[in-house]
């Protein structure tokens, strides 16, 4: 007997190629055409990337009536979560003595705060980028500190480990160009320089190189670089991906395609009047019709003269019905998109007045903080190892050998209560007796005041309760 079995057969495996229309540093240079916010730059871009109609600035002709107008929003995004970090950024610790001096000295030539807040920029915009150390002793007696974007710097592994950073630069001698590669390797530094047919050539064909030694070592087991990335791309392996990418430009140039069209319709709106020849003022010398005049016309009542029809001719005032309401609907939801991810609306101080308060802040904590959050990881990790490996510079420049560092960077709370509300909860817990004196005045003051003068004040605070050292406070305990 032959019984029926149930054979599945697997479906076949495809082959499917997918051609990029973009690469990494096309990617890179419309993000930063997206921050530099020019709208002729942006219509030049897109209109070679031959992205055909599917683009907004790629689409529409210069020579048509329409006005492109771009709305300045990515800028705005990066520099707004730029400045919510590094505005809150605490001192910079260093553990000893020594360490102290010496960051306190190169903190005279470097504002580590202002290099932040570029460098944040620079990562949030290109994606990633590097801290790069030098030593010029002609310009400082101190290590310099640049940070490259992604643009001018990529990055080599072994194995999923950082082995060099290398930093790229345009020089030129006369009419030739030339291209130089800085290979950042721990304990060395190679310098190789390409012409424009990427042939290598000594550094002497560039006068202002001259001088740098094709490979220099140095003590200690250190890169004079530090890579930074607050994301990571799924595109281009071991590199950042941009705050841009992802959709959002698309997104940039729906917003722009909707504030376009809504002032062109404004435009295109505009009361229009219909007056009669009869009523038109004339040039009194030559009895030409003169243009009527918007702040300045005066008419007298007339008899007019009829027309054919036996009607009297009369101004007409024209003006078309604008469906604002409709305008107004898509910039909300292209703007949200936009956002989407990143930056809550009341961070950057848009009108969400028609949520309830609780809704806004949470939301505001939830977006606005979560972004903040990545960034400030990133960076509590980098800011380290970059003061370490300035300390470490700083040594070799003196002649001695480089030291093992520990730097600490801390960012305060976002979206902290206020003093006010500061002491309404700390006088509540003191009320209940649980909490003590000493964390009283931190949670109180924080990182505003000195430690020493934190710990006068808690010495005082205990002297005046009657206190001893660690113990809570409560409402009558002065008088027990």
């Known amino acids: 007997m032959i019984r029926n079995w149930l054979d599945i057969q697997p479906a076949p495996e495809y082959s499917i190629t997918i051609t990029e229309k973009t690469g990494f540093m096309t990617d890179v240079i419309r993000s930063q055409l997206w921050y530099r916010g020019d709208a002729a730059e942006l219509s030049q871009f897109f209109g070679q990337l031959n992205l055909g109609t599917n683009s907004f600035w790629s689409s529409v002709p210069e020579n048509e009536k329409i006005r492109k107008i771009h709305s300045g929003l990515p800028a705005i995004i990066a520099d707004t979560l730029s400045y919510i970090v590094y505005s809150d950024m605490d001192d910079i610790k260093v553990t ?23 460098a944040i920029v620079t990562a949030l915009v290109d994606g990633d980028g590097a801290f790069k150390i030098s030593v010029d002793t002609e310009l400082s007696d101190t290590p310099i500190v640049e940070f490259i974007g992604a643009d001018k710097v ?74 930074l990335k607050f994301f990571s791309s799924r595109k281009y392996p071991n590199r950042g991906k941009s705050i841009f990418d992802g959709g959002k430009s698309d997104c940039f140039d729906a917003l722009d395609e909707v504030i376009s069209q809504w002032w062109d319709a404004i435009r295109a709106g505009r009361v229009k009047q219909y007056i009669p020849e009869s009523m038109i003022p004339r040039d009194p010398a030559n009895g030409k019709l003169k243009a009527p005049n918007q702040f300045g016309n005066s008419y007298i009542s007339i008899d007019p003269p009829l027309s054919a029809e036996g009607a009297a001719p009369k101004i007409e005032v024209v003006q078309p019905d604008i469906k604002y309401e409709a305008f107004v609907a898509s910039y909300t939801n292209c703007l949200l998109m936009c956002l989407q991810g990143l930056v809550s609306p009341a961070t950057l101080g848009i009108d969400v007045g028609k949520m309830s308060s609780a809704d806004a802040q949470r939301e505001k904590k939830d ?50 209560p206020d003093f006010d509300s500061r002491v309404e909860t700390v006088g509540k817990a003191s009320t209940y007796g649980i909490m003590s004196v000493k ?40 008088f027990a």
């Open 439 to 478: 964390t009283q005045v931190e949670e109180l003051w924080g990182s505003s005041k000195e430690e020493d003068w934190k710990a006068a004040e808690v010495k005082r605070i205990m002297q005046e309760k009657g206190l001893t050292e660690g113990e809570p406070t409560a409402v009558g305990d002065e």
């Open 154 to 227: 990529e990055y080599s592994f072994v194995r999923g480990l950082l082995n060099e950073v290398i930093f790229h630069s345009v020089h030129y001698a006369g009419s030739k160009r030339f291209h130089l590669e800085e290979h950042y390797g721990k304990g060395y530094i190679e310098s190789r320089l390409y012409d424009d047919n990427g042939h290598e050539v000594g550094l002497d064909n560039v006068p202002c190189l001259a001088q740098i030694p094709p490979r220099t070592e140095f003590e200690g087991d250190y890169i004079m670089a530090v890579p």
């Open 96 to 118: 000893g003595d020594k360490a102290k001096a010496d960051f306190e000295n190169i903190s005279e030539h470097i504002d580590f705060t202002e290099l932040t807040g570029k």
């Open 367 to 416: 977006v606005t903080g979560n972004t903040r959050n990545t960034i400030t990881t990133a960076l509590e990790k980098a800011l380290p190892q970059l003061v370490s490996a300035v300390l470490m510079t700083y040594d070799n420049m003196q002649g001695k050998a480089p030291e093992t560092y520990e730097v600490t960077v801390d960012f305060g709370e976002y979206g902290a």
